[in-house]
C-alpha cells in the first residue's frame, strides 16, 4: 500500500465547481493508476473516474461524463478532479485510489491503496 492524500473538497452552490487533488508516489517509486470514487451517505462506495499511470486514458461514470475532468501531472506526482456544474446530487465523500496493477482503476476490488476522504457538499 501506498499513501494517498487528497484535498480541495467543500461547500459550494449548485451549478459552482470544484477541484479535487490527490498526492500519490512519486514515479521512482513506482507506477500507479489512479480512480476517484465517492460515497453518499446511506450508499455504497461508486466509481466517478479514473486515469491510467501515462495519462493517455480517461473513464467516467455515465452520471458525471462531460462535467467532471480527471488530469494528472506526474512530474508533481497529483491526480486532479476538476468537478464543474455540480449538483445536491454530486454531494459525497470523494476517495482517490490507486493500483501498480491494473491499467485503471474503475472498480473497488482494483485499488491497492485509498485516501482517506474528502467531503463535497453542493447546497441547491
Known amino acids: 500500500q501506498v499513501q494517498l492524500v487528497e484535498s480541495g473538497g467543500g461547500l459550494v452552490q449548485a451549478g459552482g465547481s470544484l477541484r479535487l487533488s490527490c498526492g500519490v508516489p512519486?514515479?521512482?517509486?513506482?507506477?500507479?493508476?489512479v480512480g476517484w470514487f465517492r460515497q453518499a451517505p446511506g450508499k455504497e462506495r461508486e466509481f466517478v473516474a479514473a486515469?491510467?499511470?501515462?495519462?493517455?486514458?480517461?473513464y467516467y461514470a455515465d452520471s458525471v461524463r462531460g462535467r467532471f475532468t480527471i488530469s494528472r501531472d506526474n512530474v508533481q506526482s497529483t491526480v486532479s478532479l476538476q468537478m464543474n456544474n455540480l449538483q445536491p446530487e454530486d454531494t459525497a465523500v470523494y476517495y482517490c485510489a490507486a493500483s501498480s496493477r491494473a491499467f485503471v482503476v474503475t472498480a473497488t476490488r482494483l485499488a491497492e491503496s485509498w485516501g482517506q476522504g474528502t467531503l463535497v457538499t453542493v447546497a441547491s
Open positions: 486515469i491510467s499511470w501515462s495519462g493517455s486514458s480517461t
Open positions: 512519486g514515479q521512482t517509486k513506482g507506477r500507479y493508476a
